[in-house]
C-alpha cells in the first residue's frame, strides 16, 4: 500500500467516525472567552484543520510501521566471553 492510498483509507476512516459521532456543527467563542454553538464556521474551520494534520500524522506513523525495518548491524564491541571463544 502506497502512501496516497494509506493516506486515502486514514481519511475515509477519520471522516466516518466523525459522522458517527455527536458534536457541535458551528462554534464561536465570544468577547468573554466562552463558547456557543450554531454561531459561526470557526468550529468547522478548526476541526477541519485539525483532522488534516491528524491524517497526515497517522499516514506517516502507519507508513513508518510497515516499512521493512532496516537489517540489524552486528555490535562491534565484543565481550570478554566472546573473545575468548
Given at each position: 500500500m502506497d502512501k496516497e492510498q494509506l493516506a486515502k483509507m486514514i481519511?475515509?476512516?477519520i471522516d466516518a467516525a466523525l459522522k458517527a459521532s455527536d458534536h457541535p456543527k458551528k462554534f464561536f467563542i465570544t468577547a468573554n472567552g466562552r463558547g456557543v454553538t450554531d454561531?459561526?464556521?470557526?468550529y468547522n474551520a478548526v476541526l477541519k484543520d485539525v483532522l488534516?494534520?491528524?491524517t497526515v500524522a497517522l499516514t506517516d506513523i502507519f507508513q513508518t510501521l510497515m516499512?521493512?525495518?532496516a537489517p540489524?548491524?552486528?555490535?562491534e564491541?565484543?565481550?570478554k566471553n566472546?573473545?575468548?571463544k
Open positions: 481519511a475515509e476512516k454561531g459561526g464556521d470557526l488534516g494534520v491528524v516499512a521493512p525495518a540489524a548491524k552486528p555490535s564491541k565484543i565481550t566472546q573473545a575468548k
